[in-house]
């Protein structure tokens, strides 16, 4: 700004209104039945929201720690679940709703298995089912895992800890009874004490966002990157949120809130929009049915404050094309002669290049194949995923039967940028093996893909154009010269021939010849930072090159090496202007020659620009 | 192709190998209580999946029509919401899942409120809702909103009515009791006799599929684009359905399958997925529950096959911005003189573009309100919203919020493409009034909106350019002259003026003259199509125009006109070689000073499809 002022974030200014709203509702009682918990301070009150990437909001007390309590249970659920998978887990373990209280018995009179893992049994259950050599050990793995939740060492209140494991014989009773029917193995009482451990482990609001905040993000902190759970199980963890994380208040919930959550009874309230961010909030005051009553006033109010609702989303079919293009109205960089370029012109659109953006699922994917289903006259296509954010197994697999498809019908499938996409890579590896490098062609830049379908294109279109070495005469530098104005011009070449790999110009020198290739191909590359080079151009006999900086008299700008074997003829700028005092109408006819070729180029040039803005 | 093949949809494929394999399925029982689902051919199975962008997959029996029975219940639900609001809805009908029977009476024992609208004593009350002056008027807005969300007229199975009609005590009584209570008002009789009607309207597959993506598309059928429901009622359609429309199974369904869905006794099942696709599954043979059997493992499949579930979700934070630049390293088309362009490269990052796209969202904003809120140094922003496809409400809400503050930090917004996004027009509209236009500048395209921060940036870093008639002398085509030479170039000269508006040069003309700018300025202008014009570039004082068809000697490729009053001086074809004969120095002089502004234009092209692709 031209002020020093940078605006505040809006975002911050909302849940700070809303905090200030909401600190007037004083309803609700701070619980008592574990008597350390008793002493919080009633007017506490803390809001965090994380995002998916990264951005962070919070107001109030929002650093106040306390006890997590029933909300540890999905998170050692989800423990349990990548110890054992899910079939064992729901085995032991139901994922039906009840309309009893928190600390129900609530099992199945039959199998004694508890009804889901959010009521006391259930998440005793889950802690049972956690891998450990020891009770130690256990404990030690909850932590660890908080910690990749939280992107923090959390702690164990002693006092808290204390009191629960004092007072906790409805718990232990559970302990035994679970014990009975089998779901516990050997003795219960330490897995019922580390789950009063886990139930004291300290946090916070903004603690509890970033775990919400992992789990809206398929298990990796959206802040450290670690991975707190494997992908494949958040959708279990946040089902059982869906339908078991508020009691009995479920239907409602979804109903009006409409995300997975989870109630403390120390106040802390969590909820996950999946894809999008978590929310954090802590508010001692309970409402009768053991949720804090600001906790779910401040979820209900932002999921209507910011459409948050997981059931009201826009679709997202078309959202994964960034940019199609076919190979009449945009062209690789390899300058093309007279006959090629207009061959690309009028054929052109036998190539097709889809470049692919976000994130591939389903949805998108349906949309990508289907296009691809429906494209007639295709000779080639080129599948851009440098801008892919990620590709899932449905999609994966989509593009795999597709590609297959459309191999068996003659189309040739290159794609760029695929050395990024991990995940497609993979799941094109697992099902395809190294046949994938054998049916497809891939490039890292969307570039020499194209130059590859178009030279393919080409050879098919004009299989007779000349690759080998071209007369003087041919050079389009020096059209409408007389035969003895040629020879003129030729008695100030200078001939050099270079190998393949072999520097022709070098980026940063001054600039002292125009080239004129006679024999061979040419590339410019530019120079990038980490020793890399990106293809600019590739020119073929009868072009010149290098003529820019000889132009402009800038420094070379980039770097110009011999692809294949090459034989080019050099006009010096001495030479050029010596030829001006000597034969001016020769140099005329030069230069005129000279903005045409930069004329045309340049109209190319605005013409793919006006496709890509 | 080079061959004629086509291939086929792979998701057409899969979905009939998944037909294939679940014909072996001969578990469960066609429903008998209603006598005539009695008589449905136990083998029928139809698959239908439609996408929110209109794609369409079925096989099987996917066109064999059955009454869809308890498939009504969430759109007459709906159509109830739509006539009297969620609030009086909720009074009348709760949203609580109950582990009960789809035929039990369950009423709130005090308040004689069904349990959930899923439920036929809830069905009932919800049909009750529906407004009409008749019973025939209230049926035929029923029969309406389901061919809005068929996208066909749907007609009523007159046998099964008959039938159901017949043995339908239980709901005479659940009508009865819901009078009792005063859920219902007046004679309860013809209520339950519509609502045997709706039952047994007759739908197949492939409307069960397109109406579960109306549902999935805000309430947009995909395929006829009509509203079959407002967007905001979807959600609490929805979230009846995810925690009540698979009867006791609702935990277990949300966690394995993760859509809301409903089933029918006739043997229908619907799933949605929000944002992206609906699915309807026709099979006769019902498990315990009610449920079809091969609906419901139809559906468990395509969740994990296609990755389906809701709570697995990819990250969509950085999806919405498609492309960002700065006024340094992409420029607007109008031709910069010298210092200008110089004072762009140096301080253009004053300006920052970015280019939106696809749905804003809260979480997708946030991350772009982020972005806005951490710049520093900003003069103005130009934001690109030609590629977005939606703006919610809270999107719109944050974007008036950051867009007030970059205003009160001096920051200058200017929009491009909202002229489409007329939701968020709406929204800026519904919350800023007339004040939008005087706040922030819009303009349809991105370039003249560049173009004007960047004259705003320029007249304050160049305040004292000049911008009005310019010698000879200053003409760059004449860089390099000695005053000798220029005279003599100016006696090849002829002056002209034009007011503003006037035609200089007429896209089609041959090329006779190229011009030199003297005073005012020109724009030139692509013609399209439909007599609209696209503005390519505007010149200053002291540049060429017109050239590139000299030199090329193409018919004018584009029309130019004057904006402001503007002189000229042109310098004939005929007179250029004319110069090149009688002072060849002078003409070769002018091809390298021609050449060398080729050459920078073309740098810059270059430089701008690097930053685009």
């Known amino acids: 700004m031209t002020s020093e002022q940078t605006p505040s974030s809006p975002i911050h200014d909302q849940l700070a209104e809303l905090h200030r709203e909401y600190s007037a509702i004083h309803d609700g009682e701070v619980a008592t039945y574990i008597p350390e918990l008793g002493k919080a301070n009633p007017d506490w009150f803390g809001i965090c929201v994380v995002t998916t990437n990264g951005g962070i909001y919070e107001v109030g007390d929002s650093r106040q720690e306390f006890t997590i309590q029933s909300l540890s249970k999905p998170f050692v659920y989800g423990l349990a679940l990548e110890d054992h998978g899910r079939a064992e887990v729901l085995g032991k373990v139901g994922v039906e709703p009840t309309g009893d209280a928190f600390n129900s018995i609530s099992l199945d009179p039959v199998t ?57 014989h409805r718990n232990r009773a559970i302990g035994h009874m679970l014990r009975n029917f089998g779901i516990l193995a050997g003795d219960p009482m330490p897995v019922v004490e580390t789950y009063f451990q886990q139930c004291a482990i300290l946090g916070h609001c903004r603690d509890l966002a970033t775990m919400a905040a992992t789990l809206a993000n398929r298990g990796v902190n959206p802040l450290t990157g670690e991975q707190a759970i494997r992908g494949e199980y958040v959708e279990s963890v946040l089902g059982v949120m869906g339908t078991c994380g508020m009691y009995d208040y479920a239907g409602e919930w979804l109903y009006e809130v409409g995300m997975p959550a989870k109630s403390g009874v120390a106040g802390g309230v969590i909820a996950v929009l999946p894809g999008q961010l978590g929310i954090g909030v802590f508010s001692p005051r309970l409402d009768s049915k053991g949720n804090s009553v600001r906790g779910i006033r401040v979820c209900s109010a932002l999921s209507r404050r910011w459409d948050l609702h997981l059931f009201n989303r826009p679709g997202i079919g078309k959202a994964a094309i960034r940019l199609r293009l076919n190979g009449a109205e945009y062209n690789s960089s390899r300058i093309r002669p007279k006959a090629e370029a207009a061959a ?17 699922v389903f949805a998108t994917a349906e949309f990508i194949v289907r296009e691809l289903t429906e494209l007639n006259g295709l000779e080639s296509v080129v599948l851009d995923f440098r801008h892919v954010l990620s590709v899932n197994e449905s999609a994966g697999h989509l593009f795999h039967d597709i590609l297959l498809r459309l191999h068996a019908a003659g189309v040739t499938v290159v794609f760029t940028g695929v050395e990024k996409a991990t995940s497609f890579r993979r799941l094109m590896r697992a099902r395809l093996g190294a046949r994938f490098e054998e049916l497809f062609r891939t490039f890292e830049e969307l570039d020499p893909a194209l130059q590859w379908c178009e030279d393919r294109l080409l050879a098919r279109l004009l299989p007779d154009l000349p690759d080998t070495s071209i007369a003087v005469t041919q050079y389009a530098l020096l059209d409408g010269l007389s035969r003895e104005e040629v020879a003129v011009v030729q008695s100030f070449f200078e001939r050099r021939t270079y190998q393949p790999g072999e520097t022709i110009i070098r980026a940063g020198e001054p600039a002292r010849e125009l080239f004129l290739l006679s024999r061979g191909l040419v590339s410019v590359y530019l120079p990038l930072e980490n020793d890399a080079q990106k293809r600019l151009a590739t020119f073929s006999p009868g072009m010149a090159f290098g003529e820019m900086a000889v132009i402009d008299r800038a420094p070379r700008s980039a770097t110009i090496l011999a692809d294949t074997e090459v034989s080019c003829d050099l006009l010096s700028i001495a030479r050029l202007t010596a030829l001006g005092v000597t034969h001016p109408k020769i140099k005329i006819r030069l230069l005129e020659n000279l903005s045409l070729d930069l004329c045309r180029k340049l109209r190319k040039a605005n013409r793919e620009i006006a496709q890509l803005v």
């Open 112 to 168: 004694g298995c508890p009804r889901n893992p959010m009521i006391n049994a259930g998440a005793i259950a889950s802690t049972g089912l956690v891998e450990g050599f020891t009770d130690d050990a256990r404990l030690r793995r909850i932590l660890e895992m908080f910690a990749h939740y939280a992107g923090r060492e959390l702690s164990i209140d002693p006092q808290v800890y204390a009191s629960e494991s004092a007072t906790g």
């Open 344 to 360: 690309l012109r009028e054929h052109g659109e036998a190539i097709q290049i889809i470049q692919l953006q976000s994130n591939l």
